[in-house]
T-cell receptor
C-alpha cells in the first residue's frame, strides 16, 4: 500500500511569489489533514478535509493560504503571496473514516521563502 | 483547549540502556494519545497509540508507552536503546469527545533522542 506522498519535497521561492504544494493521501482515506512546523517549533494543525469538504480550517493562518481537494482525492495548498514567516515544513496526513485511527503522514514539503 | 508538553528538547542515552521520552498532556475529556518519530529527511512515522484499555501499549521497533491518567502523562520507553533509534520524537493528543469535525492532533514540540554508541 502506497503511503502519503507530497510534492515537491523542497521549494525555495522569493517573498511575494506563489507556491502550490500537493498531497496525495493513502487510497481510500477520506480524511486529509495539513499541518506545518515552523522554525523547529511544534507541529501545528492547518485544516482538515473530509472527502472534498473542508471540515475544519481553524488553523489556517490567514487568507494567503488556500487549500483545495477537488474530487476528494489529492489536495493542494497554495500560498499567495508568500511571506518570510511562511517558511517551514508542511506535512500532509490522511486517515480512515472510522474510530480514532492514527493519521499517516507524508514526508513533508520544506518551504523556504527568501 | 488541548495541549502537549515535551519537557526535554534533547535526550541522550547510551546504546543498550533503557530510554524514556517524556510527554504530558491536557484535554477536556478522555485522551487519544500518539507517538510519532521523524528520522532525518523523512516524514513522521506512527509508533503507537493509546485509545482505551491497558495502560501499557506496545508499538513498533520495540517501543512502548505507559498511559498514566492521574499524572496526565504518556511517556515513551524502550528497554534497550539502539543507535538507530536516534531521531526526533513527537507526542500528540486528541480529545476523544471531539466530533468528526475536530480530529486534529495537537503535538508537542518534539524531543531529539540521541543514542550514543
Amino acid at each position: 500500500e502506497a503511503g502519503v506522498t507530497q510534492f515537491p519535497s523542497h521549494s525555495v521561492i522569493e517573498k511575494g511569489q506563489t507556491v502550490t504544494l500537493r498531497c496525495d493521501p493513502i487510497s481510500g482515506h477520506d480524511n486529509l489533514y495539513w499541518y506545518r512546523r515552523v522554525m523547529g517549533k511544534e507541529i501545528k494543525f492547518l485544516l482538515h478535509f473530509v472527502k472534498e469538504s473542508k471540515q475544519d480550517e481553524s488553523g489556517m493562518p490567514n487568507n494567503r493560504f488556500l487549500a483545495e481537494r477537488t474530487g476528494g482525492t489529492y489536495s493542494t495548498l497554495k500560498v499567495q503571496p508568500a511571506e518570510l514567516e511562511d517558511s517551514g515544513v508542511y506535512f500532509c496526513a490522511s486517515s480512515g473514516d472510522r474510530g480514532p485511527y492514527e493519521q499517516y503522514f507524508g514526508p513533508g514539503t520544506r518551504l523556504t521563502v527568501t | 483547549a488541548q495541549s502537549v508538553a515535551q519537557p526535554e528538547d534533547q535526550v541522550n542515552v547510551a546504546e543498550g540502556n533503557p530510554l524514556t521520552v517524556k510527554c504530558t498532556y491536557s484535554v477536556s475529556g478522555n485522551p487519544y494519545l500518539f507517538w510519532y518519530v521523524q528520522y532525518p529527511n523523512r516524514g513522521l512515522q506512527f509508533l503507537l497509540k493509546y485509545i482505551t484499555g491497558d495502560n501499557l501499549v506496545k508499538g513498533s521497533y520495540g517501543f512502548e508507552a505507559e498511559f498514566n491518567k492521574s499524572q496526565t502523562s504518556f511517556h515513551l520507553k524502550k528497554p534497550s536503546a539502539l543507535v538507530s533509534d536516534s531521531a526526533l520524537y513527537f507526542c500528540a493528543v486528541r480529545d476523544s469527545i471531539s466530533s468528526g469535525s475536530a480530529r486534529q492532533l495537537t503535538f508537542g514540540s518534539g524531543t531529539q533522542l540521541t543514542v550514543l554508541p
